[in-house]
């Protein structure tokens, strides 16, 4: 909660017990006098007491629920024995209150108990809302595990009959590039398996280029890749999920330059500006072939990886695709700091 929250519930509070315990006010300065004392009580019972919660707080995540509990309740009944001392021998010096060991040791007890039911009401709340909260979280976790899954088992479908006939043909001819062609087989489907839903720019744009080298052995000449990006040192603070720029090329691969028979230009340019990464894939479309636009929308679907983008860096990351008919333009944006400020 907020600090104004704390700060109207301890006022309400404080009010509620003070009419509660109004048997022995008998003017109104008295009832004032009492209102005052138990605001300034459970500030001092409260405040030191989140502190020190705060403080523990590493120590908290990791142990039992019921433990930690205990230890929150132990910890505000401390604090509160402390503070209602604290405030009653303050008022007792001002003269606002005559001292009585029996009446000392009551009032002691009696705002002790309270604190205590205050507390654990408020514990029974965040208990239900931590479960909320875990079950939840496992929730999402198991959406990612099931669409990282998705995309993995497409990859490898996809490339694998295709790989392994370009292999046999390059063993038998070629084994020298047969060699080069398993290494980035190996490099491909290394970072596609590591579980890693994060990596670094420069991982995928290498995860990216084994997967065109694999393809440039079966398309030839079909196939141009420009790339556009930025200087090295700021490619080391940039990171993107796994497999995003990836798929999208795979994509336009697999419903554009394979569909033809020109050669397929296509454009990659990577910018970082005012904590914005825009990725801008532009393909353009083969003059001489008919290709059906409405076809390579249907196709064309990158829900899923955008999906997964918006997880990991806000409701504002986004990939969106647009068409004509000279070509395919696709942008990936999403925020990303500068981890250099």
């Not at 309270?114 to 965040?126: A, D, E, P, Q």
């Not at 569909?259 to 500006?273: G, N, P, Q, S």
């Amino acid at each position: 909660m907020r600090p104004w929250q704390w700060l109207l519930y301890i006022f309400f509070w404080s009010l509620f017990i003070t009419i509660i315990d109004r048997h022995d006010l008998d003017t109104w300065s008295e009832f004032l006098v009492k209102f005052i004392s138990r605001i300034f009580q459970y500030l001092a019972t409260v405040i030191p007491a989140l502190y020190i919660i705060d403080y523990l707080r590493p120590t908290f995540k990791y142990a039992n629920p019921i433990k930690v509990s205990a230890r929150i309740v132990t910890l505000f009944a401390t604090s509160s024995v402390v503070s209602v001392t604290l405030i009653m021998l303050v008022m007792i010096n001002a003269g606002w209150l005559e001292y009585d060991r029996q009446s000392f040791l009551l009032n002691i007890l009696f705002n002790v108990m309270i604190t205590i039911g205050f507390i654990f009401v408020f514990l029974l709340y965040f208990l239900r809302r931590h479960r909320e909260l875990i079950s939840l979280k496992q929730s999402f976790e198991d959406k990612l595990t099931a669409q990282d899954d998705i995309l993995k088992s497409r990859i490898s479908p996809h490339f694998f009959f295709n790989t392994i006939n370009s292999l046999v043909s390059l063993t038998e001819t070629n084994s020298p590039q047969a060699a080069d062609l398993l290494q980035h087989i190996s490099a491909l489907f290394r970072a596609s398996f590591n579980g890693a839903f994060e990596i670094s720019f420069e991982e995928e744009v290498a995860l990216c280029e084994h997967y065109l080298a694999i393809e440039s052995y079966r398309l030839a000449d079909k196939l141009e890749v420009r790339w556009q990006l930025p200087e090295e040192d700021m490619m080391y603070d940039m990171v993107i999920t796994a497999l995003t720029l990836q798929i999208v090329l795979e994509k336009m691969l697999l419903n554009v330059v394979e569909m033809t028979t020109e050669t397929i230009v296509m454009d990659i340019i990577v910018m970082w500006e005012q904590h914005h990464v825009t990725i801008n894939v532009t393909v353009q479309l083969p003059s001489k072939t008919f290709m059906v636009t409405h076809e390579l929308r249907q196709q064309i679907d990158f829900s899923i990886q955008a999906e997964r983008l918006r997880a990991h860096f806000g409701q504002s990351a986004d990939i969106q695709s647009t068409f004509d008919s000279k070509q395919i333009v696709t942008i990936i944006n999403y925020p990303l700091q500068d981890v250099s400020f």
